[in-house]
């Protein structure tokens, strides 16, 4: 059995999710479409 050192696999997608969505919004863009957007990439 493998030691669990692989936990950051895990929380990869949630950190995309939560860098994107504290960059700014770009111009043209809604806030919502935004985080729709951060959670696609993730």
Same mark, same amino acid.
């Given at each position: ?5 692989? %936990? %950051?696999?895990? #929380?990869?997608? $949630?950190? *995309? !999710?939560? !860098? !994107?969505? $504290? #960059?700014? *919004?770009? /111009?043209? #863009?809604?806030?919502?479409? %935004?985080?729709?957007?951060? *959670? $696609? #990439? /993730?």
């Amino acid at each position: 059995m493998k030691p669990s050192t692989e %936990w %950051w696999r895990y #929380l990869a997608p $949630l950190a *995309v !999710i939560a !860098i !994107i969505a $504290l #960059l700014p *919004v770009p /111009a043209g #863009l809604e806030n919502h479409t %935004w985080l729709y957007f951060a *959670v $696609l #990439l /993730a």
